[in-house]
């Protein structure tokens, strides 16, 4: 297992258009995390899953957002209507913890422009 | 929620000497503090982390330092080398359920040759 898989790497879409984005965790991994980093600031915090369950959701993570982890190993995050706010790399971050956000491994981002 | 927040924002020091990152935190409750090194480009990495139960911990040329007390921890890089040149974040967990780590605004360091 080579760790955390993101697709794409990068994605310019025009504003209002949907995208969907990729993570692949470490296999054996039963939490997966999205965060979103903007240009010169720290990961933010958008949901969670414990296997296919989604137990927690930012108020970052607006209605125009959805994310899916249908079989408790890949996940999908998805931009309905892009707007240019949306622009920034969005991260996804496994681990196998419980009972805590111990031991997360990222994975290298999906960078999102939006134009 | 919990705030982080990480002094200086750009740190610059000569090759060999040590770097050092504060970070402060508002919620008492918090009790995992973990740091990450991020390079162009990659998504952030975990270099070490600490637990309240503990005030130091220490991996080879890097250790963290935690004060509960004054809510503020610190990550200590000795003997830099050019590819510790890096953003360095910290974080902080309230470990009741919640899993979301809160973020400081991170650091750039730079190693000078």
């Known amino acids: 297992d080579t760790g955390v898989s993101q697709n794409p790497r990068h994605k310019i879409t025009k504003r209002g258009q949907n995208v969907t984005f990729r993570c692949d965790p470490i296999?054996?991994?039963?939490?997966l995390y999205w965060y979103r980093q903007t240009l010169g600031q720290g990961p933010e915090f958008l949901t969670y899953f414990q296997n296919e369950a989604q137990l927690e959701k930012s108020r970052l993570l607006s209605d125009r957002f959805s994310a899916e982890r249908p079989k408790g190993s890949f996940s999908t995050l998805e931009i309905q209507r892009t707007e240019q706010g949306d622009s920034a790399m969005y991260l996804c971050?496994?681990?196998?913890?419980?009972?805590?956000?111990?031991?997360?491994?990222f994975g290298s981002g999906t960078r999102l422009t939006v134009v | 929620g919990e705030n982080v927040e990480q002094h200086p924002s750009t740190l610059s020091v000569q090759e060999g000497d040590s770097a050092v990152i504060k970070c402060t935190y508002s919620d008492s409750a918090s009790n995992y503090f973990p740091w990450y090194k991020q390079e162009l480009g990659k998504g952030p990495q975990l270099i070490i982390d600490i637990r309240s139960n503990v005030g130091e911990k220490k991996d080879q040329r890097i250790a963290v330092t935690l004060n509960k007390t004054a809510k503020h921890f610190s990550l200590h890089i000795t003997e830099t080398q050019p590819e510790d040149s890096a953003v360095y974040f910290c974080a902080a967990s309230l470990n009741y359920g919640n899993n979301r780590l809160a973020f400081g605004k991170g650091n750039q360091v730079v190693v000078i040759p």
């Open positions: 296999s054996e991994h039963n939490r």
């Open positions: 971050a496994s681990s196998s913890h419980e009972g805590g956000p111990y031991g997360y491994t």
